[in-house]
């Protein structure tokens, strides 16, 4: 083990001379995204510049999400918040940057950063102390060799993903072709009623999903298995044939559905976080891919409501509209399911792949 005060270094350049470059932050998915902070007014020659092959990391998070937001950036270079610490590896010929950004998503990365910040909600984990934090550091074959497995499943993942992309884009043409047809309610669609809470007893363990371990149509590996009565009380929804599930909470995309060909279900238990629709197999599809359109989460956010946190509840059915008429909702029922069917197959091989790429990333705590 090596602590990264002797591998890495700080960098501290600031966007001066003011240049256009793109705002980013990194996300608790250890992503570089758009940075969403209002900087109307900010004086942006004093966000930090991040060059291809540096890291990002605000270690100002770490006590709120338990995992802390840093990565590497391999695009051209952006700028960030002045409260982000900018850093570069030392010494490449012993330590491989891309083999760092590995180790940083492992979870024994995270945990000893956590307990390092106090392990509580006031924890704190400054520059100094994250450079105290160890990590297993093999050789220089053993890093390449790892960074090769794990760019190889990534690019595997990311053809997946742009094929359902793909998909997609074919459910939003098909859309603009029938959006013409009269607008209804959703509680005006024929069988369509809302799943209420509530499971029964079962024996043994089952997965529980809360909203946060799904990535918008991927269930992650990150599942709590519980017991009945040692589960959490927001595990109380119950999935089951011909059902359609979406996150409550405003600005929150998560969609999940199970058909005839679903396995497991009662194996599964979901997060009151989630509303579930029962329906009709012969819309069932035609929901679903009213639901992976835009406007759908355009409404659902408009109608949002709460003290704290904005969600929705049983008058969304009441209020959002979709184009509606049972002869044409059947037909093109039927056009969708095959393309529903193929972003479901190609969900089922990224989920394999990505617990493959999770093993790999933990395998970095055990590399001699």
Same mark, same amino acid.
């Given at each position: 083990?090596?602590?990264?005060?002797?591998?890495?270094?700080?960098?501290?350049?600031?966007?001066?001379?003011?240049?256009?470059?793109?705002?980013?932050?990194?996300?608790?998915?250890?992503?570089?995204?758009?940075?969403?902070?209002?900087?109307?007014?900010?004086?942006?020659?004093?966000?930090?510049?991040?060059?291809?092959?540096?890291?990002?990391?605000?270690?100002?998070?770490?006590?709120?999400?338990?995992?802390?937001?840093?990565?590497?950036?391999?695009?051209?270079?952006?700028?960030?918040?002045?409260?982000? =610490?900018?850093?570069?590896?030392?010494?490449?010929?012993?330590?491989?940057?891309?083999?760092?950004?590995?180790?940083?998503?492992?979870?024994?990365?995270?945990?000893?950063?956590?307990?390092?910040?106090?392990?509580?909600?006031?924890?704190?984990?400054?520059?100094?102390?994250?450079? %105290?934090?160890?990590?297993?550091?093999?050789?220089?074959?053993?890093?390449?060799?790892?960074?090769?497995?794990?760019?190889?499943?990534?690019?595997?993942?990311?053809?997946?993903?742009?094929?359902?992309?793909?998909?997609?884009?074919?459910?939003?043409?098909?859309?603009?072709?029938?959006?013409?047809?009269?607008?209804?309610?959703?509680?005006?669609?024929?069988?369509?009623?809302?799943?209420?809470?509530?499971?029964?007893?079962?024996?043994?363990?089952?997965?529980?999903?809360?909203?946060?371990?799904?990535?918008?149509?991927?269930?992650?590996?990150?599942?709590?298995?519980?017991?009945?009565?040692?589960?959490?009380?927001?595990?109380?929804?119950?999935?089951?044939?011909?059902?359609?599930?979406?996150?409550?909470?405003?600005? %929150?995309?998560?969609?999940?559905?199970?058909?005839?060909?679903?396995?497991?279900?009662?194996?599964?238990?979901?997060?009151?976080?989630?509303?579930?629709?029962?329906?009709?197999?012969?819309?069932?599809?035609?929901?679903?891919?009213?639901?992976?359109?835009?406007?759908?989460?355009?409404?659902?956010?408009?109608?949002?409501?709460?003290?704290?946190?904005?969600?929705?509840?049983?008058?969304?059915?009441?209020?959002?509209?979709?184009?509606?008429?049972?002869?044409?909702? %059947?037909?093109?029922?039927?056009?969708?399911?095959?393309?529903?069917? =193929?972003?479901?197959?190609?969900?089922?091989?990224?989920?394999?792949?990505?617990?493959?790429?999770?093993?790999?990333?933990?395998?970095?705590?055990?590399?001699?």
């Amino acid at each position: 083990m090596i602590e990264l005060s002797k591998l890495i270094e700080e960098i501290n350049n600031r966007n001066n001379p003011l240049r256009d470059l793109p705002i980013l932050g990194v996300n608790s998915s250890k992503k570089f995204m758009s940075s969403i902070a209002n900087v109307i007014g900010a004086d942006l020659s004093k966000y930090k510049l991040v060059k291809k092959g540096e890291f990002a990391t605000n270690l100002m998070h770490i006590d709120r999400d338990e995992t802390v937001p840093v990565s590497l950036l391999s695009n051209d270079a952006c700028i960030v918040s002045p409260a982000y =610490n900018v850093f570069k590896v030392k010494n490449t010929e012993i330590c491989r940057a891309e083999y760092l950004n590995i180790v940083f998503k492992s979870k024994q990365f995270d945990r000893q950063a956590w307990f390092k910040s106090g392990s509580s909600i006031r924890g704190n984990l400054d520059w100094n102390k994250f450079l %105290t934090l160890n990590i297993n550091l093999p050789s220089i074959d053993k890093q390449c060799k790892l960074i090769v497995q794990y760019n190889t499943i990534e690019a595997k993942i990311n053809i997946l993903s742009k094929l359902n992309d793909n998909l997609l884009e074919q459910i939003r043409n098909i859309y603009n072709q029938i959006k013409s047809i009269p607008l209804i309610h959703l509680s005006d669609i024929p069988t369509l009623k809302e799943i209420k809470s509530g499971i029964n007893k079962y024996e043994g363990q089952k997965q529980y999903f809360a909203t946060g371990d799904i990535d918008f149509l991927l269930f992650s590996d990150t599942y709590q298995k519980v017991k009945y009565d040692e589960r959490p009380s927001r595990a109380n929804m119950q999935p089951i044939e011909n059902s359609v599930w979406f996150a409550k909470m405003q600005n %929150t995309k998560k969609l999940l559905w199970f058909d005839s060909k679903s396995a497991n279900i009662n194996k599964l238990i979901l997060s009151t976080g989630f509303f579930g629709i029962k329906i009709d197999p012969k819309f069932l599809y035609y929901l679903i891919s009213f639901m992976l359109v835009g406007e759908f989460e355009t409404q659902k956010d408009k109608y949002a409501t709460g003290t704290t946190q904005l969600s929705v509840n049983s008058s969304i059915l009441n209020k959002v509209e979709i184009p509606f008429e049972e002869a044409i909702a %059947t037909k093109y029922n039927k056009i969708y399911e095959k393309i529903i069917n =193929n972003i479901a197959s190609n969900n089922k091989q990224i989920e394999k792949l990505n617990k493959l790429k999770y093993i790999l990333i933990e395998r970095t705590g055990m590399l001699q």
